[in-house]
Nanobody
Framework: QVQLVESGGGLVQAGGSLRLSCAAS????????MGWFRQAPGKEREFVSG???????DYVRSVKGRFTISRDNAKNTVFLQMNSLKPEDTAVYYC?????????????WGQGTQVTVSS
């Protein structure tokens, strides 16, 4: 059994920063990648960032240069540092874990944490 628990969301002004964390549990959990998705009101869920077993990091274009994903393997935790936040970053952010390289391989999901950016 695998569990992903996100935290760190909140309300921040445009230009501000938030740091999300995702703690993974499960003795046999060995994901190909862990990452973050988000879903804004009226929008489709979109991939934000992921970090693979081999260390390769992926970002959606809209956050590149502003967001940084990192991990602490010893603590089975992945982070998303979000800087220079914009109102359009407002969304529920979901931690996810993948069993393969395709986006469809993100099979495990956290409960989501709300990020709201005010102008």
């Amino acid at each position: 059994q695998v569990q992903l628990v996100e935290s760190g969301g909140g309300l921040v002004q445009a230009g501000g920063s938030l740091r999300l964390s995702c703690a993974a549990s499960g003795r046999t959990f060995r994901p190909y990648a862990m990452g973050w998705f988000r879903q804004a009101p009226g929008k489709e869920r979109e991939f934000v960032s992921g970090i693979r077993q081999n260390g390769i990091i992926d970002y959606v274009r809209s956050v590149k240069g502003r967001f940084t994903i990192s991990r602490d393997n010893a603590k089975n935790t992945v982070f998303l540092q979000m800087n220079s936040l914009k109102p359009e970053d407002t969304a529920v952010y979901y931690c996810a874990a993948s069993s393969g390289p395709a986006l469809s391989s993100y099979n495990y999901w956290g409960q989501g944490t709300q990020v709201t950016v005010s102008s």
